[in-house]
Each structure stands twice: as structure tokens, then as C-alpha cells.
């Protein structure tokens, strides 16, 4: 039956990061930094309001675009935390997770043919949304010599007549890489300058260690009218298996977006609903809490690399490190196939995310103190057999 299947979903490669979970997964005695979920349980208060509204039977469809209640919650949140103002009623849309805000943002956008620029090393969907839309993913590459950051004139050089798009996400998955204000402040010039619409991923926005707070590029000037801000509930508030996520932006691609939601969605869980609603009224203890939590195990893990011998740039953002492992003279995948096969612990490629991402690995630190302790006990030993063997070399 393959000839049956579409062709452009044939020509696209199954997610980087669950061929190696799956492996892990059927192995006795693995460490996983894999996967970016947070390893602390949806606060009990998110919990409890969602337990509450099935108790009072508020289990019924909501409206396609979110319940009215929940979408007003989403824009004060936006206007307090970034200084975006938007119109809860034509300018706010509840996903299922931001993963659905990334597709339905392409398809709302591209024609056959447009270009999209997507910046990398980046999540494993961009390019994949892209593609089902119909558009064409262009490459904007990234480096460790600039900390990930995208530079005006890397996205000048991959510029064309066809450009309609640009994907960007700080902070970053895969990298932890953030962007500042002055940094985007020089993108948005170009963005502006070429007329292109800007999707920006910010689903990691509350979890930034930097001295200042999160940036979004929409609240720059011209950009608030050409940007479509995802985020979600996922990280932030540990409530990824929730699968609640919205999208903000301008009110005609918004309506886009919510006609394709209509269609294939109806609309998103209505018990998570509840619970997003309590989150955003009172779940800023709890990520405050987390948030501190994960900047001591980002510090603790840099802090192993370098006593282990791995250069990484000091990611400060998401809960994710990129360090390199290039010195080492073998591929991302087979540095992490060989890691997993001896040592049972299980990090992710970094060309999963990008050919640029080649030579680096992503580590998750989303997990227990005590599994991070773990993972550098394992990886310090595997790098020091290398080291001694000199392999790959």
C-alpha cells in the first residue's frame, strides 16, 4: 500500500528525537536526558480545577477558538508578562499544544511554492509543517560562535522574491539559546524592511535565566501587525500530556488559523481549557519555583561538562544544553548510538534539529538531580574511554 501514501509524506523523515526514545525505551537501565518534559507533576491547584469542572459536568464542546473566558485570560497574561495587546475575541485561538499553532500557522500562510525561512538548529517541526503546506523550508543556520543567536545577515543571505515567511523560537529548543532585545531589535529591521510575516515560537518564554525578562519580537516596533506568537502551557506550567497551547497575532490570519481549527480540531480539550484558566490566574508561584529549580540544574550541568571535558556555550533559556562533541571526530548519531549502547544513557543527535546542529548533542535537563548526577557519571566515563582510545580520531 505505499504507493498510496502521499508522496511529500513519504519524503519526509520520522522525528529525530523518538527514533532515539523508542530505542531507549526498549533497553533496561536507561538514563534519559531525551525528551523536554518537564519531570514535575502539573501543580495541584491546575489539577484540581480541571477535576472540579468534570464534577460539574463541564464537558461539552466550547467555542472553536477557545471558551471566551480562558481566551480573555490568554490576553491579560500576554499584556502583563510582554506588553502585547490583543482583542480576546478575533485575535487569540486556543490550541491543542503549540505543535497544532505551528502547523496551522503555515497552512494559513503559504501557497504552493513560498518560501518559509526557518532558523536551526530548531524543533523537529517546522520544517516538516512547512512542507505539508505546501511551502518550502529554507535554512537559516545558526552557530555555537554566536551562541545560536540569527544575525541580520544570515537571514539577508537566504532572502528571495519568494520569501512570504520567517519561523523563529527563542528561547530555543534545541540550543536553550535566547535572544535580547538589540538582537531582535536588528532582525525585525530586515523582517520589516522585506515584508514578510513572522512566526514566532515562544513556548519557553517564562523559562529564561537571563538578567532581563523575556522579549517578545512583537512588542517591537512593525512587528506587532506581521507576528504570530505561539506559546503554550507545556512547559511553563508542566502540563505537556494537557495538549494545550495559543496562538496571538493579526486578526485576519488569525481568522485563517481558526477556520482550519474549525475543520480539523472543532475545538481544544475542554477539561484542559479549565485547567489553562486556573494556570493563568494562579499558577505563577509554581513557575517561579520550577523555573529556579531548572536554572540550578542548568548551572550544575555546565558546570560538569566542563569538568568532563565538553564544550557548551552558556545556554539561558528553555532546559535544554547543545554542547559539542565535534572534538571527538565522530557524527552526532553515532556518538549517541555508541553512548547509549555502552553507557545506557540517551541524548538526542543534534542534526535531528538541522544539518548545522551536526557535531552537537541535546541533553534535556527536565529531569531529577539525582538522574543528571547520573547521566554525567555515565557520559565522564564514556567520554574518558574515547579519550583513551582515541576513537573516532
Known sequence: MRDFVSKA????????????????????????????????????????????????????????????????????????????????????????GASEGIDIAMRAIADPGDEVLVVEPCFVSYKPCVQMAGGVPVPVTTSAANNFRVTPDEIEAKLTSKTKAIIISYPSNPTGAIMERADLEK??????????????????????????????????????????????????????????????????????????????????????????????????????????????????????????????????????????????GMTSEGFCAKLLREKRLAVIPGNAFGDCGEGHIRCSYAYSMDNLEEALSRLGEFIAGLTEKGAGK
Open 9 to 96: 509524506i513519504r519524503g519526509i523523515p520520522p522525528s529525530g528525537i523518538r527514533k532515539f526514545f523508542d530505542i531507549a525505551s526498549e533497553m533496561g537501565d536507561v538514563i534519559s536526558l531525551g525528551v523536554g518534559e518537564p519531570d514535575f507533576a502539573t501543580p495541584d491547584n491546575i489539577r484540581d480545577a480541571a477535576i472540579l469542572s468534570m464534577q460539574k459536568k463541564g464537558t461539552k464542546y466550547t467555542s472553536n477558538a477557545g471558551m471566551p473566558e480562558l481566551r480573555a485570560e490568554i490576553a491579560r497574561y500576554m499584556h502583563s508578562q510582554y506588553q502585547l495587546s490583543y482583542n480576546p475575541d478575533t485575535q487569540v485561538l486556543v490550541t491543542v
Open 187 to 328: 532582525i525585525a529591521a530586515v523582517i520589516r524592511e522585506r515584508d514578510i510575516v513572522c512566526i514566532s515560537d515562544e513556548i519557553y518564554s517564562e523559562l529564561t535565566y537571563a538578567d532581563g525578562d523575556h522579549v517578545s519580537i512583537a512588542s517591537l516596533p512593525g512587528m506587532y501587525e506581521r507576528t504570530v506568537v505561539l506559546s503554550g502551557f507545556s512547559k511553563a506550567f508542566a502540563m505537556t500530556g494537557w495538549r494545550l497551547g495559543y496562538a496571538c497575532g493579526p486578526r485576519d490570519i488569525l481568522a485563517a488559523m481558526t477556520k482550519i481549527h474549525q475543520y480539523i480540531i472543532m475545538c481544544a480539550p475542554t477539561t484542559a481549557q479549565y485547567g489553562g484558566l486556573e494556570a493563568l490566574r494562579g499558577g505563577a508561584g509554581g513557575v517561579a519555583d520550577m523555573r529556579k529549580e531548572y536554572d540550578e540544574r542548568r548551572r550544575f550541568m555546565l558546570d560538569g561538562f566542563e569538568k568532563i571535558g565538553i564544550d557548551c556555550f552558556e545556554a539561558k533559556g528553555a532546559f535544554y544544553l547543545f554542547p559539542s562533541i565535534s572534538r571527538f
